[in-house]
């Protein structure tokens, strides 16, 4: 090829290689797949590992932990060549596998959640910009509804509802309840943002040339949202769901924390810092993995975020 | 400004009356057995029928809606005693009305609400104005990384780390607890100064942010422009000319983060052991203590609501272009 050719390249090409140019984008991006690759090979790690996050260890073998207090008799959480992020206070469960099954676990919450609101927010939003009239008037008043809803608040206090309504209130609630009532209860007071963002952007989209062009060649209104303005959304919605799935993790596991989501024995990001806010005096090494764990993952879908945005749309400056 | 006023407050009002009717449909119509739910962890089936009667359950929902509304306004009368209005309804467990101990515990929550809101926004709006000031110097690069950083810290991992650095480990700090300003206003100062500055760590990012990259736009502005080219001295500018323009944003978020720490900051209150509102939902759920959650999901929306009426009037004597039609 002739130094200085004109190549063609497609829109998609262009925002890959403006991507790739970014190179905090880039480290984010690794950082966020190797969390996926960990929830998504934990058997595997733990099958390499040789443990598991059930297993109490450290009531199997006494000499683990100091028998008055509980707490790991070696220095550091109980830190070794065999440990590598120490044991559980009381329990001696591994800490590694807890973080990684505890890593699968609130990731799969926070994705379920956040592939439902953002599929919610698509239908709704879109429907609200492109119908107009009463329609718009109407899902824009519910948006504003659900919006002034206290959100956290709106989190625990509806758990324990959406709860009885799988199963009665006396009897234990299986996991799999648990973990589909969070999905339902984040899914639920998640979605309007997004919804409100694409509706906005449809209204301003509905007037262009393109979509009238489409409509005076007689494309139903299916085609006309499934051909063109779909692929004109295709920033906000994924700019907006790398923000969502951060958002959400970090609420299941609060959530966790105050006892009201994921409970033991499944191991759950969230729920080791209840455990750890319980062990701080004794041993503070059992929060520290899993605490630095959340802030370098909060912190690279936001950089990711950002990233995207900007390899897809140039012309906005941060 | 008074029409204005009184048109939003009606409007608040409505939003109010559907959220109470959404709350009261998910709590009452929505679980096969709500008094079960509204009777706490360990009931005995005495408490359940006791429950059943005084709640009027038989009854057909919206006739059950009614009396709960009329009962904020006028009290009510239940069969195991009279609720004085406002009356939110009655907890079982704790068997005695909502209302009193929504009160009591609203004093730590606006204390630590308000003691932070003064923290963040004083420390955050700084923050982001000299990283304005000094946009493209290393001290703007780093202000932004903390800010990244700072935004990405939870509570529940901060806050432990720094009971265990701060209280348990140096001592340097006294263990959080609420005391009363009244009795001592020191005491109060120094067992809420924990938990302000965790707060503040992670709520002042986003203002810093949000005030940098307002300012910068600012000082991009004609009208700006102009004052330099009057001759106006730098500070002059940028406090008189940028900042009375970048300032309306910042109100927009400051009131509604204000109005949801009002209506309990969970995570916060339940990582300091302080008893405040948001505690008292989470204490709830646990103990399955559904009047109560009622009562707090209420007042928590209608602190956010209040909180952007008062945000928009704010606006208009921020912003003399806004108008309030």
Redesign the interface.
């Known amino acids: 090829m002739v130094a200085g050719e004109l190549v063609g390249r497609s829109p998609r090409q262009l925002m890959w290689r403006r991507f790739r140019r970014d190179r905090a984008g880039v480290v984010a991006a690794l950082v966020v797949l190797f969390f996926f690759a960990v929830a998504l090979l934990a058997p595997v790690i733990s099958w390499l590992y040789g443990k598991d996050a059930y297993t109490t260890y450290g009531l199997d073998r006494p000499e683990l932990l100091d028998p008055v207090s509980g707490y790991p008799m070696k220095p550091n959480g109980g830190i070794d060549g065999e440990f590598w992020f120490g044991i559980e206070p009381k329990l001696g469960r591994d800490v590694l596998m807890q973080l990684v099954y505890g890593i699968r676990t609130s990731l799969l919450i926070g994705l379920a959640a956040t592939v439902l609101s953002t599929i919610t927010g698509i239908v709704i939003g879109v429907a609200a910009g492109y119908l107009g009239g009463r329609t718009d008037y109407f899902l824009g008043r519910l948006i ?2 659900l919006l ?7 989190f ?6 959406v709860t ?2 799988f199963v ?3 009897k234990e609630t299986p996991t799999y309840l648990r973990v589909t009532a969070l999905v339902l209860v984040l899914w639920l007071l998640g979605w309007m943002q997004l919804a409100r963002l694409l509706r906005g952007q449809v209204l301003s989209l509905r007037e262009r040339e393109f979509i009238e062009a489409a409509r005076v060649t007689g494309a139903s209104p299916w085609r006309i949202i499934r051909r063109e303005l779909l692929p004109n959304l295709g920033t906000p919605i994924l700019v907006q769901s790398t923000l969502m799935l ?1 958002m959400f993790v ?1 609420a299941e ?2 959530l966790s ?4 989501g994921v409970v033991e024995p499944t191991p759950d990001w ?1 729920r080791m ?2 455990k ?2 319980e062990f ?2 004794g041993d ?1 090494t059992y ?1 520290f993995f ?2 630095v764990a ?2 370098v993952f ?2 690279a879908f ?2 990711l975020g950002d990233s995207v945005r900007d390899a897809m749309d140039p012309k906005t400056t941060r | 400004m008074l029409r204005f006023l009184i048109r939003r407050s009606l409007g608040a009002v409505v ?1 109010l009356v ?2 109470s009717a ?1 709350t009261f449909f ?2 009452f119509a ?4 709500p008094a ?2 509204a009777c706490g962890k360990n009931c005995d089936p005495a408490s359940l029928a006791l429950i059943n009667e005084n709640l009027g359950l038989d009854k057909p929902i919206p006739v059950q809606y009614g009396e709960f509304m009329v009962g904020i306004v006028a009290g009510r009368d239940f069969p195991v005693g009279h609720c004085d209005a406002p009356c939110f309804g009655y907890s079982f467990v704790n068997q005695e009305p909502v209302w009193p101990t929504i009160v009591d515990r609203f004093p730590t929550t606006l204390s630590l609400a308000l003691g932070a809101a003064v923290v963040f926004l004083a420390v955050g709006v700084g923050l982001g104005m000299i990283a304005a000031w000094r946009r493209g110097t290393w001290i703007d690069k780093l202000f932004s990384s903390l800010s ?2 700072g ?4 509570v ?2 901060v806050g ?2 720094c ?2 650095w701060f209280v ?1 480990g140096l001592s340097i700090m006294e263990q959080p607890a609420y005391h009363p300003i009244t009795e001592n206003p020191a005491r109060w100062f120094s067992g809420m100064l924990l938990p302000w500055l965790v707060l503040s760590l992670i709520f002042m990012a986003n203002y810093s942010r949000m005030t940098r990259s307002q300012l910068v736009e600012q000082l991009h502005e004609d009208h700006v422009r102009t004052a330099r080219a009057k001759g106006l001295s730098g500070r002059t500018v940028f406090f008189r000319y940028a900042w009375r323009g970048a300032i309306a944003p910042i109100v927009t978020i400051f009131g509604m983060d204000l109005g ?1 720490l009002l ?2 900051a ?2 916060t209150e ?2 300091f052991t302080l008893h405040g509102v ?1 505690r008292l ?2 204490d709830s ?2 103990l ?1 203590d ?1 009047p109560m ?1 009622m009562g ?2 209420l007042i ?2 209608a ?3 209040v909180f ?1 009426i008062v945000v928009d009037a704010l606006y208009a004597v921020i912003d003399p272009r806004v108008r309030l039609a």
Do not use: C, H, K
């Not at chain 1, 924390?257 to 009201?260: E, T």
């Open positions: 504003d509804l002034s809803f206290p959100q956290q608040l709106f625990v206090a509806f758990m324990p509802v009885a309504l009665s209130p006396e951060p970090t596991a609060g924390f105050l006892g009201v969230g810092f209840a750890g806010a701080y005096e503070i929060m899993p605490g959340m802030v909060v912190v936001n950089l | 939003i559907l959220i959404i998910l709590f929505l679980p096969a057995d079960r739910l990244l950083l935004q990405s810290l939870q529940y991992f432990v780390l009971l265990a348990s949801s209506g309990g969970m995570i339940y990582t948001g939902a989470v759920v646990r399955t559904l959650l707090v999901m928590s929306s602190a956010i609501v952007t």
